[in-house]
């Protein structure tokens, strides 16, 4: 596709329960970055892939909270036994990780809800 | 670490009044600084940047200009229109300290009344 495809748009799920957020970043683009943006709050790094370089885990707020890429493409979220405090729009961003030109193409979000 | 710091909102304002959006930053080394823009039910989208001290950034009307000697980056335009409502995010990255992701602030809603 022309953007960054971000699968799904919402998801409601119960407290405890794991969750998948897909994201599909734009062909040719080697790095691919997760954001999480929580109601009234900025957007808070989680993780960010670059390649087959190890990726940079420093935003993941617990280890309940994992992200893999497969093939330098595709990424999955992964949030296991869920809180009410996960709730937040999970945005994913992909760029071809130029030094000269960083801009970052944004997806249109997965809006978790933990009930 | 790095910080990013916007005026609260929501700003509102009458279609072609001057906008400005102040920002401030943290950082190590020397970011690059950029606004982004989210429209009402899209993503994310670059507006303008800036990689180096004193340049300016510009993009539809608006600009910043890179102030290192006050850390700002403040956004601004001279006559907006309804058009221009959205949530405005100021942002940094510091690829010389092994952090390539960016560094967000909070956001601030922009509402322009014709």
């Known amino acids: 596709g022309a953007g960054v495809s971000q699968s799904p748009s919402n998801k409601v799920t119960e407290k405890g329960k794991d969750v998948e957020l897909r994201c599909d970043p734009i062909s040719g683009h080697t790095a691919l970055y997760w954001y999480r943006q929580s109601l009234g709050q900025g957007l808070e790094f989680l993780i960010y892939f670059q390649g087959n370089s190890a990726p940079d885990k420093s935003g993941l707020p617990s280890d309940r909270f994992s992200a893999e890429r497969t093939g330098g493409s595709v990424s999955t979220l992964t949030i296991q036994r869920t809180q009410q405090e996960d709730s937040a729009v999970y945005l994913c961003?992909?760029?071809?990780?130029?030094?000269?030109?960083?801009?970052?193409?944004f997806g249109s979000g997965t809006q978790l809800s933990v009930l | 670490g790095n910080s990013v710091t916007q005026m609260e909102g929501p700003v509102t304002l009458s279609e072609e009044a001057f906008l400005t959006i102040n920002c401030t930053y943290t950082?190590?080394?020397?970011?690059?600084l950029f606004w982004y823009v989210q429209y009402p039910g899209e993503g994310l989208q670059l507006l303008l940047k800036?990689?180096?001290?004193?340049d300016k950034g510009s993009n539809k009307g608006f600009e910043a200009t890179y102030r290192k000697e006050t850390t700002s980056f403040h956004l601004e335009k001279g006559s907006v229109q309804v058009s221009d409502s959205a949530v405005y995010f100021c942002a940094l990255s510091s690829p010389d300290t092994g952090r390539r992701a960016l560094t967000f602030g909070s956001g601030t809603r922009l509402q322009v009344q014709p």
């Open positions: 800036a990689t180096k001290a004193d």
């Open positions: 950082a190590t080394g020397y970011p690059s």
């Open positions: 961003a992909s760029s071809l990780d130029d030094l000269s030109d960083e801009k970052l193409f």
